[in-house]
């Protein structure tokens, strides 16, 4: 069993930054696929960013050049740095963690923390 816990959502005008931060428990942290979701409100859960046990890295489109997803399995925990963000990017981000080695979409994923909201005021 993984539990995860988000952290480090907030209010953030449009342009700014936010990073957040997602704990971990139970099954080995380190040889799991981490991912960032999120979801607005009416919309369905999209993929933002992934990181594999070896640290390579997904991103949406969307995502690229402006977020960074990070691991420190030391501390069983993975990153979201989210820079330059946009209004429509409001939502409740979520992490999940798999260990079946596919990332992009919400149904590879078993288990998911309770989210933390985003959001980004024009």
């Known amino acids: 069993q993984v539990q995860l816990v988000e952290s480090g959502g907030g209010l953030v005008q449009a342009g700014g930054s936010l990073r957040l931060s997602c704990t971990t428990s139970g099954r080995t942290f380190s040889s799991a696929m981490m991912g960032w979701f999120r979801q607005a409100p009416g919309k369905e859960r999209e993929f933002v960013a992934a990181i594999t046990s070896t640290r390579s890295t997904f991103y949406a489109d969307s995502a690229k050049g402006r977020f960074t997803i990070s691991r420190d399995n030391a501390k069983n925990t993975v990153y979201l740095q989210m820079n330059s963000l946009k209004p429509e990017e409001t939502a409740v981000y979520y992490c999940?963690?798999?260990?079946?080695?596919?990332?992009?979409?919400?149904?590879?994923?078993?288990?998911w923390g309770q989210g933390t909201q985003v959001t980004v005021s024009s």
């Open positions: 999940a963690a798999t260990f079946s080695g596919y990332f992009s979409s919400s149904r590879d994923y078993p288990y």
